[in-house]
């Protein structure tokens, strides 16, 4: 009988076990996996196995990370007895036919396993290296394995962190000499596949506790280890005044659920209080008592207080939420403003600089955009208490915008900045008429740099690059507008595009090119009736009287609220803002702009509201009453990211002209999907010059 290769659902709990029990045999070279994370893997689409005489003989753990173009193998495996009958190829030739719409395939080994040959065998090739952050800090390859897709976006995903504070009593599973017998839950938090993905913190808490650890052979041996963690040093004033702000909001939930006295109290709320004011958004434990505390955790400090398995099972979702923040923005006194001559050398302490690029370097290359022959625009922004938190320099070159200096400074929101930094860069090149956004600073700053990865820039002549493709049309005419934006950067050809080509692919395509939109691919569009209300507190269309602060422009990302039933929405895919409900032009009935879909889910107003509360806009209780039974119900929410405001409204009377010339139907009554054909007639009246 042949080997088989079989998907698993989360409701295959036999083929799940089996998995689960083979997996168990090799946790010495796999890494501790827990239980639950096979099943969130299987639910996710992420796990076949290899089945022959009914037997699992090996298994492909994956994930399909939602904002990178890649699969991520988490593990293959095959049992030692049937190794040599081809099952490894035979797992990741079927991972490559099932998802070839992604770049390729990521995976991490440790070098000193000696199975270089069989990675190679399987077509991956080897990419970079990374110590891990066990024990022994043991070196993992990475190995690629190419789709074949465009080799232009092969570096797009970001390989930022995510930043985590541990308690102790994670720490001591983590490098305490003699770990308990449930340790295994924190120990997978250094899995290899989560090595350049997961990195933990020591606030000051864990340092004084390991102090008072009795036995004086396991302190020294804890205070050595805790050298190798990233160390957290919050404001111990602002720490001081988010404890008692947590302590009375904890209160009544300690005497609900018995937990310990209030010196016991105090030190969990210790931990939340340095996480937040460090900037971080996650705590791991597995003390009980401090988890019973995760909802004044949340609410008061912006903390999730979660257990290592939650970490592992979700860790994309974590990320995100902690490096891009814009809810943190509103409400926060951002100035933006055109850097004044003679100030530069201020600058210095703020912008950090690192090898050749010294302070007086620095601030001697700002002075020098002064008396340039070009025009130098220096925009320097500034938080509520004054202090610098971003600069950079534009000026255009021809069909480029150039970009001789990008830098963020340390700040609890600075990922988030550099992220709208970013985008800000691409819609004002797009304004100016540039083809290109080059960013030509020796030394951005590493937020900028790992941000830049997710907006399609890409390496070039020492800096870095991004091409701005104006068109909305076939694949052929976005790869001639994009070829024509390459040679502006000497390059022969962009890519190749074919029509029909995949939604994965063409949202990878999209992000990369904004503001490109490929109509004959099978990325679908849709129409989402929005009421004035709302599309005033997402967008500010219309017009809000209370002027919002825009230093920023519109956030990268939104979320949006609605009720439960399901219009066949995809993802990715795009979306087109009727604003509904209105009785005249300035008041709604038009269309206003597009967005790109990145998710859709549906779940209870309290869980959409928890995952998604980062990005702003939607209280509890408004969420809530999107769902048709309030709090027990369930409601949809739909993140989208990268919105333009179209330059001029479509008004209801024009979309039925349009969709009307081309033979086309179309509802307002709800969401709804809507031919490419009728998006693109739309979007170009929206930027209809005449």
Request: negative net charge; glycine residues 10%.
């Given at each position: 009988?042949?080997?088989?290769?079989?998907?698993?659902?989360?409701?295959?709990?036999?083929?799940?076990?089996?998995?689960?029990?083979?997996?168990?045999?090799?946790?010495?070279?796999?890494?501790?996996?827990?239980?639950?994370?096979?099943?969130?893997?299987?639910?996710?689409?992420?796990?076949?196995?290899?089945?022959?005489?009914?037997?699992?003989?090996?298994?492909?753990?994956?994930?399909?990370?939602?904002?990178?173009?890649?699969?991520?193998?988490?593990?293959?495996?095959?049992?030692?007895?049937?190794?040599?009958?081809?099952?490894?190829?035979?797992?990741?030739?079927?991972?490559?036919?099932?998802?070839?719409?992604?770049?390729?395939?990521?995976?991490?080994?440790?070098?000193?396993?000696?199975?270089?040959?069989?990675?190679?065998?399987?077509?991956?090739?080897?990419?970079?290296?990374?110590?891990?952050?066990?024990?022994?800090?043991?070196?993992?390859?990475?190995?690629?394995?190419?789709?074949?897709?465009?080799?232009?976006?092969?570096?797009?995903?970001?390989?930022?962190?995510?930043?985590?504070?541990?308690?102790?009593?994670?720490?001591?599973?983590?490098?305490?000499?003699?770990?308990?017998?449930?340790?295994?839950?924190?120990?997978?938090?250094?899995?290899?596949?989560?090595?350049?993905?997961?990195?933990?913190?020591?606030?000051?808490?864990?340092?004084?506790?390991?102090?008072?650890?009795?036995?004086?052979?396991?302190?020294?041996?804890?205070?050595?280890?805790?050298?190798?963690?990233?160390?957290?040093?919050?404001?111990?004033?602002?720490?001081?005044?988010?404890?008692?702000?947590?302590?009375?909001?904890?209160?009544?939930?300690?005497?609900?659920?018995?937990?310990?006295?209030?010196?016991?109290?105090?030190?969990?709320?210790?931990?939340?209080?340095?996480?937040?004011?460090?900037?971080?958004?996650?705590?791991?434990?597995?003390?009980?008592?401090?988890?019973?505390?995760?909802?004044?955790?949340?609410?008061?400090?912006?903390?999730?207080?979660?257990?290592?398995?939650?970490?592992?099972?979700?860790?994309?979702?974590?990320?995100?939420?902690?490096?891009?923040?814009?809810?943190?923005?509103?409400?926060?006194?951002?100035?933006?403003?055109?850097?004044?001559?003679?100030?530069?050398?201020?600058?210095?302490?703020?912008?950090?600089?690192?090898?050749?690029?010294?302070?007086?370097?620095?601030?001697?290359?700002?002075?020098?955009?002064?008396?340039?022959?070009?025009?130098?625009?220096?925009?320097?922004?500034?938080?509520?208490?004054?202090?610098?938190?971003?600069?950079?320099?534009?000026?255009?070159?021809?069909?480029?915008?150039?970009?001789?200096?990008?830098?963020?400074?340390?700040?609890?929101?600075?990922?988030?900045?550099?992220?709208?930094?970013?985008?800000?860069?691409?819609?004002?090149?797009?304004?100016?008429?540039?083809?290109?956004?080059?960013?030509?600073?020796?030394?951005?700053?590493?937020?900028?740099?790992?941000?830049?990865?997710?907006?399609?820039?890409?390496?070039?002549?020492?800096?870095?690059?991004?091409?701005?493709?104006?068109?909305?049309?076939?694949?052929?005419?976005?790869?001639?507008?994009?070829?024509?934006?390459?040679?502006?950067?000497?390059?022969?050809?962009?890519?190749?595009?074919?029509?029909?080509?995949?939604?994965?692919?063409?949202?990878?395509?999209e992000r990369a090119w904004w503001p490109a939109k490929v109509m004959d691919s099978l990325m679908p569009s849709f129409l989402v009736p929005i009421e004035p209300r709302w599309s005033a507190e997402l967008f500010n269309v219309p017009a809000t009287l209370l002027p919002r602060p825009n230093e920023l422009g519109i956030s990268r990302e939104h979320v949006y609220y609605r009720s439960s039933g399901r219009r066949g929405e995809s993802v990715p895919a795009r979306l087109l803002w009727y604003v509904s409900k209105g009785s005249s032009h300035e008041a709604g009935q038009m269309v206003i702009g597009c967005s790109r879909l990145d998710e859709v889910l549906i779940d209870t107003p309290d869980a959409l509201h928890s995952k998604f509360e980062h990005l702003g806009v939607y209280g509890r209780e408004q969420v809530r009453a999107i769902a048709r039974d309030g709090a027990s119900g369930q409601a949809m929410a739909l993140r989208f990211s990268d919105t333009e405001i179209f330059p001029r409204v479509v008004p209801l009377r024009r979309l039925n002209s349009l969709a009307g010339s081309l033979g086309l139907q179309f509802s307002l009554m709800s969401l709804s999907k809507i031919s490419n054909r009728l998006f693109q007639a739309v979007y170009e009246e929206g930027h209809r010059r005449t």
């Amino acid at each position: 009988m042949a080997i088989k290769i079989v998907p698993v659902a989360e409701t295959d709990t036999e083929l799940v076990d089996a998995a689960v029990a083979l997996g168990d045999r090799y946790t010495k070279t796999l890494g501790l996996l827990t239980p639950p994370a096979y099943r969130k893997h299987a639910s996710d689409g992420g796990l076949l196995v290899a089945v022959e005489h009914g037997e699992v003989i090996g298994y492909a753990l994956f994930g399909l990370p939602k904002r990178s173009p890649h699969v991520r193998l988490a593990h293959l495996c095959v049992a030692g007895e049937h190794r040599g009958k081809g099952v490894a190829r035979l797992l990741v030739e079927e991972i490559r036919r099932r998802h070839h719409d992604r770049l390729g395939i990521k995976a991490k080994c440790r070098r000193d396993y000696g199975i270089s040959d069989m990675w190679t065998s399987l077509g991956f090739v080897p990419r970079g290296e990374v110590r891990g952050r066990g024990r022994d800090g043991e070196i993992l390859d990475g190995w690629w394995l190419d789709h074949g897709h465009l080799d232009l976006f092969a570096g797009m995903e970001s390989e930022a962190l995510l930043v985590v504070a541990v308690d102790h009593g994670v720490f001591a599973d983590l490098r305490g000499r003699a770990p308990g017998g449930e340790a295994a839950e924190s120990q997978a938090l250094e899995a290899g596949w989560l090595t350049d993905l997961v990195e933990v913190a020591a606030t000051p808490q864990l340092l004084y506790e390991i102090r008072d650890i009795a036995d004086a052979q396991e302190r020294r041996h804890q205070r050595t280890a805790s050298q190798g963690l990233r160390q957290l040093t919050p404001d111990a004033e602002a720490v001081g005044v988010r404890v008692r702000e947590l302590l009375q909001a904890a209160r009544p939930a300690a005497a609900a659920h018995g937990l310990p006295n209030e010196p016991e109290l105090l030190r969990g709320l210790q931990y939340v209080a340095e996480t937040s004011c460090a900037g971080l958004q996650v705590l791991v434990t597995r003390d009980p008592a401090l988890l019973e505390l995760a909802d004044p955790a949340w609410k008061v400090a912006g903390v999730k207080v979660v257990t290592p398995s939650v970490v592992t099972l979700h860790v994309d979702e974590l990320r995100q939420a902690q490096m891009y923040r814009p809810a943190d923005l509103m409400g926060t006194e951002f100035r933006a403003g055109e850097l004044p001559p003679g100030a530069e050398a201020e600058l210095v302490a703020f912008f950090d600089q690192s090898g050749e690029d010294d302070g007086s370097e620095f601030a001697e290359r700002l002075r020098a955009l002064v008396g340039d022959t070009v025009v130098w625009h220096r925009e320097l922004l500034r938080d509520g208490q004054g202090h610098p938190v971003a600069l950079y320099a534009w000026a255009m070159d021809g069909r480029t915008l150039t970009v001789p200096v990008l830098r963020t400074a340390a700040h609890p929101l600075e990922e988030t900045l550099a992220r709208q930094l970013l985008f800000s860069l691409k819609r004002l090149g797009r304004d100016c008429g540039a083809q290109v956004v080059r960013v030509t600073d020796p030394f951005p700053s590493p937020a900028a740099k790992a941000a830049a990865g997710d907006d399609g820039f890409f390496p070039h002549d020492g800096g870095l690059a991004a091409l701005l493709v104006e068109v909305c049309g076939t694949a052929q005419e976005v790869v001639a507008v994009a070829g024509e934006a390459a040679r502006e950067l000497g390059r022969d050809e962009a890519a190749a595009l074919q029509a029909g080509m995949p939604a994965e692919t063409a949202g990878v395509v999209e992000r990369a090119w904004w503001p490109a939109k490929v109509m004959d691919s099978l990325m679908p569009s849709f129409l989402v009736p929005i009421e004035p209300r709302w599309s005033a507190e997402l967008f500010n269309v219309p017009a809000t009287l209370l002027p919002r602060p825009n230093e920023l422009g519109i956030s990268r990302e939104h979320v949006y609220y609605r009720s439960s039933g399901r219009r066949g929405e995809s993802v990715p895919a795009r979306l087109l803002w009727y604003v509904s409900k209105g009785s005249s032009h300035e008041a709604g009935q038009m269309v206003i702009g597009c967005s790109r879909l990145d998710e859709v889910l549906i779940d209870t107003p309290d869980a959409l509201h928890s995952k998604f509360e980062h990005l702003g806009v939607y209280g509890r209780e408004q969420v809530r009453a999107i769902a048709r039974d309030g709090a027990s119900g369930q409601a949809m929410a739909l993140r989208f990211s990268d919105t333009e405001i179209f330059p001029r409204v479509v008004p209801l009377r024009r979309l039925n002209s349009l969709a009307g010339s081309l033979g086309l139907q179309f509802s307002l009554m709800s969401l709804s999907k809507i031919s490419n054909r009728l998006f693109q007639a739309v979007y170009e009246e929206g930027h209809r010059r005449t």
